[in-house]
């Protein structure tokens, strides 16, 4: 058995992160004992039967079922289950598997209250989690957060301890990062009205306690695919002076559009950021259209390796591709399909990467409704570079690996989007160059 | 995206492999001058057709030559696509039906083709055997006979002429041949050398050009087939080498067991309404493929038209449409996430069989490689399993129902992408018929990974369709 201390540790601390607990109330569910069973039976067998690799990489998942199969009965309510299958799926020592709670899962356009947002955006940096933005007229602007802000605190939960325990798990730091992003930012996004107590450090070393209040997002929804739910996305898109700049919080569908349309605006002179910095993924199709707009040659993006078959990422190349100098800005919070982009455009030769190793949680994964109604994130693939290489607990490392500080964040500054626009100016066609 | 089709791999039966390649052998023309010919009365068009194959006999070195020919060795390249590499044909006939093909293939190794004038068996060591059927052999018995051009008559009892057509600039005479089993064969002769430059069988259409003349005789040395894109080139052709009569025997129990497959796949066709698919032209299925464990629900809309083409979208909430197609020409897809692209090489073969409106109809065309596999259980009862393959690879293990010959179960592999590929299980249930054909409309696919459960809505056959649909939709 594998599960260390540490990690049944680091189980109790952080279990609550993706369930938001503090929001979620342990309602009584009819014929408990029959419900919780066949959820079991479904998590289980879903892995048993899709699992990549038929060896389970050395775990005995059999013998990881005769753990916890005889643990349910103390399992009285929903919270209590998911705590104990997450634990049991922590066993596979992988990303992407997961139980998302059905209270964290937008469908439709009413439901959107269940996921709302403080109005600030956090990475992690030098083993902190830093406030980068705040958005104006928002609870967190109301309550004085401010960028470079080091949160401490969440909800009486000390985000210092969370870190140790996930150091003694043995993840790598970029992965540790990325989860103690999300163990500050899943809390935050609690239903619309939540109130989340905060401690916080600031720039000039006084601590202060803030409460934080959830509002609704007003900006733009992804579709829920199947049974993928919905989330917010963001976009943004801009020229300056030679440099075209492209963001987006994940890839999903309904960007497509935007994203294209504004590939097709860049200049042969120009250069391209593209900054997938805090985007944990997404459709991964996505990512090979993307590429298709900016090159002129087909290559593979990567390799989906599952037990009964294969499939290559392959980049289509569309007529009229952008040739220019491509940037790609990537940081520990930069996941799964985020992390193929980056690595397939360069293994291919056709970017440069620049910032921090990504966060190495690169596993192709589906969602399977429960018996509870709740959802499981289970990964149906490995995943391997053109190349062959592992993205999973390794990561993207960057050709030009630049950091933002917390002094960089609190004054504005972004080295990071510097380096790539430093690189851009020797790399993109001259006047002189042009015919 | 998924594409719910076997690999058919290419559809390179006696159609195009031996047939193209033998006719190539002999193409020619035989002259006369245009006539239009649009009043002529049908003896009137038989005659003008006879002397347009006269002159074909007379452009091929003339009748006393061909005569004097016994037998032939030819050695050919063959190119499926410019993606693959050339391989190797040495082809052996002589008269009386009986012929030898050694095909060499990078993957499978050598592919032999044998004839002893009564049956013809495909033999493959990888692959399996098969027996070429009725109609197949009857034709490559016919064209691997090098007097064939003179016994036209005999072969076609039905001539005719009809208007000449303008290609690339060129007049082309036209002719109509029946054969004794009512098949139609278009040939398309050039009324200045005399030789056939063009024909058609079926969806099958052949190219000749590179015409030289060896020892007398003149002979097409490169030949394209479409819809598949096969290039033939003759490296040398050699008349009259002594064959040994060894290389025309073929082992009884061999022959045994390949028709009793035979008969398997024969009593499918016939319990699907093979005939009846046949005459369909057109075809619009609604469609829905479920994926239960994820929530998804994709709806599909297929048309296909005769001679495969084909216009597929497919509708995913959440992900966009999806567009596939094939127009005679171009294979390709596109869709709002990854764009536009032409398909190639496995991807293009796999929905090529989807475009063809025969479906398993044409299974045994399609595979001519056959290994008994045995007998199992499935919900539905009994069945009977072979292994089959095409000469592109294995297409899979076909499970046909032992009561009702209906394809019961396949276990074989969805091409996903260029380079992609997922094992699965399919199993068809839910038989209905429509105009006489009956269709599986459910099917069930798994995976390890993923499970489907595709269901056919509504099929409506023989309905107008606009060929402007099947265009590649190069606009993003």
Redesign the interface.
């Known amino acids: 058995m594998r599960l260390s201390t540490a990690f049944h540790k680091l189980l109790r601390a952080i279990t609550w992160v993706p369930l938001a607990a503090s929001v979620l109330t342990a309602e009584p569910v009819e014929n408990w004992s029959k419900v919780r069973s066949e959820t079991f039976t479904q998590v289980w067998t879903?892995v048993n039967?899709?699992y990549?690799d038929p060896e389970f990489g050395g775990v005995d998942w059999v013998a990881i079922k005769a753990v916890y199969q005889p643990r349910l009965v103390e399992a009285e309510d929903n919270p209590s289950l998911r705590y104990l299958l997450q634990g049991m799926l922590n066993e596979l020592g992988q990303t992407h598997f997961a139980i998302v709670p059905k209270e964290a899962a937008v469908f439709t356009p009413e439901e959107r209250n269940l996921v709302g947002t403080v109005g600030a955006t956090f990475a992690t940096t030098g083993g902190e989690v830093v406030v980068t933005n705040i958005e104006s007229g928002s609870s967190s602007s109301e309550a004085g957060l401010r960028n470079g802000d080091i949160i401490r605190r969440v909800d009486g939960r000390d985000v210092d301890e969370v870190a140790k325990l996930y150091a003694e798990t043995g993840v790598t730091e970029a992965r540790k990062d990325f989860y103690l992003n999300q163990f500050v930012s899943s809390p935050l996004s609690g239903p619309v009205g939540t109130d989340v107590e905060v401690e916080v450090e600031g720039v000039d070393g006084t601590v202060r306690t803030i409460t934080l209040k959830s509002g609704m997002h007003t900006g733009e929804w992804?579709?829920?695919?199947?049974?993928?739910p919905s989330f917010p996305v963001e976009f943004e898109a801009k020229h300056d002076n030679g440099v075209a700049y492209l963001k987006f919080n994940s890839f999903s569908?309904i960007l497509?559009?935007d994203i294209?349309r504004f590939l097709k605006t860049l200049e042969s002179n120009e250069g391209l950021v593209v900054d997938l910095r805090g985007n944990p993924g997404g459709?991964i199709?996505?990512a090979?259209?993307i590429c298709?707009?900016l090159s002129a040659d087909e290559f593979?993006l990567g390799r989906m390796r599952?037990?009964?078959?294969?499939?290559?990422f392959?980049v289509?190349p569309?007529?009229n591709a952008f040739p220019g100098p491509v940037a790609v800005l990537i940081d520990n919070g930069s996941a799964s399909t985020s992390e193929v982009l980056a690595a397939g455009l360069q293994e291919a030769g056709r970017a440069r990467v620049f910032g921090e190793t990504s966060a190495g949680a690169a596993l192709p994964s589906?969602?399977?409704?429960l018996a509870t109604g709740d959802l499981l994130q289970y990964a149906?693939?490995d995943l391997t570079t053109p190349k062959g290489a592992n993205l999973e607990g390794v990561g993207v490392k960057p050709d030009e690996p630049v950091s933002r500080s917390r002094d960089d964040i609190a004054s504005g500054r972004d080295p990071v989007v510097n380096a790539a626009r430093t690189w851009i100016e020797t790399a993109r066609p001259k006047p002189a160059d042009q015919p | 995206m998924f594409k719910l089709k076997f690999i058919s791999t290419r559809r390179l039966s006696h159609w195009i492999l031996p047939a193209i390649l033998i006719t190539a052998l002999l193409g020619g023309g035989c002259a006369m001058t245009p006539t239009g010919g649009g009043r002529a009365t049908n003896q009137a068009r038989q005659n003008e057709a006879d002397a347009i194959l006269e002159r074909w006999v007379e452009a091929l070195g003339g009748a006393e030559k061909l005569k004097s020919v016994k037998t032939m060795i030819t050695d050919v390249d063959v190119r499926f696509s410019p993606e693959t590499p050339t391989m190797k044909l040495l082809a052996k006939e002589t008269g009386g039906g009986r012929f030898r093909w050694e095909f060499i293939t990078p993957a499978f190794g050598p592919i032999i083709t044998i004839s002893d004038g009564k049956h013809a068996l495909r033999k493959n060591a990888l692959l399996g055997n098969g027996l070429m059927d009725t109609q197949e052999f009857k034709l490559n018995a016919r064209d691997s006979d090098p007097q064939y051009p003179l016994k036209i008559a005999n072969y076609f009892p039905t001539r005719r002429r009809l208007p000449d057509v303008e290609a690339d600039g060129t007049t082309l005479q036209v002719l109509e041949l029946v054969d004794r089993d009512g098949i139609t064969e278009t040939w398309f002769m050039d009324p200045v050398s005399g030789l056939r430059v063009k024909y058609q069988r079926g969806n099958i259409t052949s190219r000749y050009s590179d015409f030289r003349t060896v020892d007398g005789l003149t002979t097409a040395f490169m030949v394209e087939t479409l819809p598949a894109g096969i290039k033939f080139t003759i490296n040398k052709i050699t008349f009259d080498t002594p064959s040994d009569p060894a290389d025309f025997h073929l082992d009884k129990q061999e022959v045994k067991t390949a028709a009793l497959i035979s008969k398997i796949l024969d009593r499918h066709y016939e319990a699907i309404g093979g005939e009846a698919a046949e005459q369909i032209k057109t075809r619009r299925s609604i469609m829905t493929t479920d994926?239960p464990?994820?929530?998804?629900?994709i709806n599909v809309e297929m048309i296909q038209k005769r001679p495969m083409k084909l216009f597929m979208e497919q509708t995913?909430?959440?992900?966009?449409t999806f567009f596939q197609g094939y127009d005679g020409q171009t294979g390709w897809a596109s869709n709002?996430?990854?764009?536009?692209?032409e398909l190639k090489g496995q991807e293009l073969a796999q929905l090529l069989s989807s475009a063809d409106l025969g479906g398993d109809a044409g299974l045994r065309e399609a595979c001519p490689f056959r290994q008994y596999v045995g007998k199992k259980k499935l919900p539905g009862g009994p069945a009977v399993g072979i292994k089959l393959a095409g000469y592109s690879g294995p297409n899979g293990v076909y499970w046909f129902n032992q009561k009702n010959h209906r394809l019961a179960q396949v276990e074989s592999?969805i091409i996903?992408?260029?380079?992609?590929?997922?094992?699965?299980t399919m199993e068809m249930e839910d038989y209905r018929q429509v105009d006489d054909v009956w269709l599986p409309f459910l099917t069930r696919i798994e995976?390890?990974?993923?499970k489907l459960i595709m269901t056919l809505q509504s099929v409506e056959n023989n309905i107008e369709v606009d060929d402007t649909i099947f265009t590649p939709r190069?606009d993003?």
């Open positions: 879903t039967e899709s990549h992804s579709e829920p695919l199947g049974n993928m569908p497509m559009k294209r459709l199709l996505m090979s259209g298709g707009w593979s599952m037990r009964a078959g294969v499939m290559n392959e289509y569309q007529k589906a969602f399977l409704k149906i693939a | 994926i464990a994820q929530g998804v629900k995913i909430p959440g992900m966009g709002e996430l990854q764009g536009y692209r592999a996903t992408g260029p380079t992609s590929y997922l094992t699965m995976n390890p990974s993923m190069t993003d």
